[in-house]
Nanobody, 123 residues
Framework: VQLQASGGGLVQAGGSLRLSCKAS????????MGWYRQTPGKERELVAS???????NYVDSVKGRFTISSDNAVNTIYLQMNSLKPEDTAVYSC??????????????????WGQGTQVTVSS
């Protein structure tokens, strides 16, 4: 599974950004996808996740401001980030938990990672 993330950038505090992450590959099923973020000197933090059935989870600091959604038909997730704050500045990385369904490449609950995208919120 390959993950392609996009949508980061520079925005002023109070502004909005939308991240997207598309999963591609052969004969796989996505169990869940989501976004982590990391800043220098801090541990990586799970920001939001969504399961195949649509169950979402958010870190407390983004609840009410960020919304994660998915388009299962194209294996893509989106993270709509509103009311951004300087403390949201980080490298955001998407991940996918997937099952491989080919007999030659069978796996369960394997994690895949996309490249990080920088989100910078100026005060």
């Amino acid at each position: 599974v390959q993950l392609q993330a996009s949508g980061g950038g520079l925005v002023q505090a109070g502004g909005s950004l939308r991240l997207s992450c598309k999963a591609s590959g052969i004969a796989f099923i996505i169990n869940s996808m989501g976004w982590y973020r990391q800043t220098p000197g801090k541990e990586r933090e799970l920001v939001a996740s969504i399961t195949r059935r649509g169950t979402t989870n958010y870190v407390d600091s983004v609840k009410g401001r960020f919304t994660i959604s998915s388009d299962n038909a194209v294996n893509t997730i989106y993270l709509q980030m509103n009311s951004l704050k300087p403390e949201d500045t980080a490298v955001y990385s998407c991940y996918a938990d997937a099952d491989g369904r080919r007999p030659s490449d069978y796996y369960r609950n394997k994690e895949f990672w996309g490249q990080g995208t920088q989100v910078t919120v100026s005060s």
